[in-house]
């Protein structure tokens, strides 16, 4: 398996972080001292980013289109995560893990989408939703437990969504009910990513309904313990990512798998989410990239008209309007993901990455089909299925409307108490 470039803490790399010396100041050439352009990425990074760009190249792509038409994940491609590293990014090294920053995560979720959203979205799912959890919430014997599983070798799985509760996620029924030093829990959950593969599930459930929301818990659990695969959808797109519905049927878990506490799952699932969002985000980027990279080309060896198609001005400003866009949504998201890794507030700019993002990875892809003509419109190239990939940036962890009302609600903060200007006195 390929195996040429694991990824593991780098301690050349710290060391080079400790012996970085200020800059002295200079009245002749203006800069900020630590200030950089949000896409220069730091040596880590950008090895990060080379490892995935040819695990993608060389162990992903061949295996595509088969996965996308058998709607499966080829497990090869599991474990191949897995050897490289790629699943336990921020995960400390005493784990297992890669002990990596969240950006280093949103670039290795990038790098995957633009060969494939379907493993993108796998490794997103495990790493910015599954693994954040347990090391943010979890105690030291869980973690102890269970990230070097998630690091190493079993898919995790976030159970949130049910039939009755999508946006509104906290209006879910599944319950759990404390037998002796057990839960034992009843319910269904639907949309489930990751499900069919996974071997470790965190689930959502709630353990006193009187006190609504408050009453909602975080649980893990593993196949094992009677969680059934009731039926696995068949989708528009990233089609060999298992969603499934999952039932819960007298599903004993033990107490001590009670993550973060009684009563916490609704601010776990909240804070949480907003972080996926940057995951979901810099899917749908790595996706616009790839369907562009994939098109354009094409249309300077197309000829018409004794010309190269791509060379008309029609064309050639449809391109250059896409690669704004899809500059754009790079700078959104990756702006979103260092404030989040300096610890500053990101809720409105991962809505803003993950609206924007869906919007521009929908169009870029849309019109990477028409520049590609007919053959655009057939499955040998591959193009549709970037197109077909990229619905799904609009539902998932979170609407486009849901993530304008987020927008909305912190312009509204901002400005709706904000003093009324009058009229200067004469």
Known sequence: MYRNSMLRPLGSLRALRSTTRARPFSSSI???????????????????RETVQRFANEVVKPRVREMDENERMDPEIIKGLFEQGLMGIETSAAHGGSESSFTSAI???????????SVSVLC????????????????ETQKEKWLPLLATEQLGSFCLSEAASGS?????????????????????????????EAS??????????SKGYKGITCFIGTKDMGIEIAKKEQKLGIRASSTCTLNFDDVKIPAENIIGGEGQGYKIAIEILNEGRIGIAAQMLGLAQGAFALSVPYTYTRNQFKQPIGTFQGMAFSFAEAAT?????????????????????????????????????????????????????TRETGVEKFW?????????????????????????????????ISEPSI
């Open 168 to 196: 509104d996620a906290f209006a879910l029924q599944t319950k759990a009910q404390k037998v002796g030093n057990d839960y034992v829990l009843n319910g269904t959950k639907m949309w489930i990513t990751n499900s069919y």
């Open 325 to 377: 866009q899809i500059e754009t949504a790079k700078l959104l998201t990756y702006n979103a993901a260092r404030r989040k890794e300096a610890g500053l507030s990101f809720v409105k700019e991962a809505a803003m990455a993950k609206w924007w993002a869906s919007k521009v990875a929908q169009e870029v892809s849309g019109n990477a089909i028409e520049w590609m003509g007919g053959l655009g419109f």
């Open 388 to 420: 077909r990939d990229s619905k799904i940036g609009a539902i998932y962890e979170g609407t486009s409307n849901i993530q304008l009302q987020t927008i909305a609600k912190f312009i509204q903060k901002d400005f709706s108490s904000a003093s009324v």
């Open 124 to 139: 997103d799912v495990h790493n910015t939703l599954v693994n954040t959890v347990i090391r943010k919430y979890a105690t």
């Open 200 to 209: 470790i599930f965190l689930i959502f459930a709630n353990i006193d309904p």
């Open 30 to 48: 203006p800069r900020l001292d630590g200030v950089k352009p949000l896409d220069v990425l730091t040596d880590e990074e950008e090895m990060i």
């Open 107 to 117: 670039i290795a979720i990038e790098e995957l989408a633009k060969v494939d959203p």
